[in-house]
Antibody, heavy 118, light 109 residues
Framework: EVQLLESGGGLVQPGGSLRLSCSAS????????MSWVRQAPGKGLEWVSA??????FYADSVKGRFTISRDNSKNTLYLQMNSLRAEDTALYSC?????????????WGQGTLVTVSS | QTVVTQEPSLTVSPGGTVTLTCASS?????????PNWFQQKPGQAPRPLIY???NKHSWTPARFSGSLLGVKAALTLSGVQPEDEAEYYC?????????FGGGTKLTVL
């Protein structure tokens, strides 16, 4: 059974940093593209970032501030978030890509809440 | 800044058919944008329905289908059930980076 468990969320001041983790199990982690998606309270979904093979991709809204990475030996995906802004406040979820596709979001975690506020 | 546009809301009768669309401000939506569709009910995580235009996940009910319709991507629900009332999001990929549409609130009435 595919399981994705996010952690690392919390309250941070504007301009601060936070690192999110996504612990994966139930599949061969290194073989799949992985993504981060966020949803602000009461708002729609926003794609944040993805890693596929050695390539990384970012939404314009986070480019230069967020860094996605993975440790295949630990089956863990990360999102380093710097220079955080109030508009980054959201539930952050990690997602596994579908088999045979370098894009897409097949399985989702339940998310970790990030609140940026003074 | 590319914008992905969906109908804000649609209403359908139980047993009916409805098509939700997904447009790109950059032009014609093709299979190269790998259209994805998701269903989200209040308080729940999004549930993937369709990936890469028309591929269903193992849990996707047969009444859901994805396609390209004119210049847009489309999600068609045939034989709508009351439990299909939800918010639906499309996702398009632009050279690896994704952009979600604003969502369509589907009411079954």
């Amino acid at each position: 059974e595919v399981q994705l468990l996010e952690s690392g969320g919390g309250l941070v001041q504007p301009g601060g940093s936070l690192r999110l983790s996504c612990s994966a199990s139930g599949f061969t982690f290194s073989s799949y593209a992985m993504s981060w998606v966020r949803q602000a309270p009461g708002k729609g979904l926003e794609w944040v970032s993805a890693v596929a093979g050695s390539s990384t991709f970012y939404a314009d809204s986070v480019k230069g501030r967020f860094t996605i990475s993975r440790d295949n030996s630990k089956n863990t995906l990360y999102l380093q978030m710097n220079s955080l802004r109030a508009e980054d406040t959201a539930l952050y979820s990690c997602a596994k890509g579908p088999t045979g596709s370098w894009v897409g979001l097949e399985y989702w975690g339940q998310g970790t809440l990030v609140t940026v506020s003074s | 800044q590319t914008v992905v546009t969906q109908e804000p809301s649609l209403t359908v009768s139980p047993g009916g058919t409805v098509t939700l669309t997904c447009a790109s401000s950059s032009g014609i939506v093709t299979s190269g944008y790998y259209p994805n569709w998701f269903q989200q009910k209040p308080g729940q995580a999004p549930r993937p329905l369709i990936y890469s235009t028309n591929n269903k996940h193992s849990w996707t009910p047969a009444r859901f289908s994805g396609s390209l319709l004119g210049v847009k991507a489309a999600l068609t629900l045939s034989g709508v059930q009351p439990e299909d009332e939800a918010e639906y999001y499309c996702l398009l990929y632009y050279n690896g980076a994704g952009i979600f549409g604003g969502g369509t609130k589907l009411t079954v009435l």
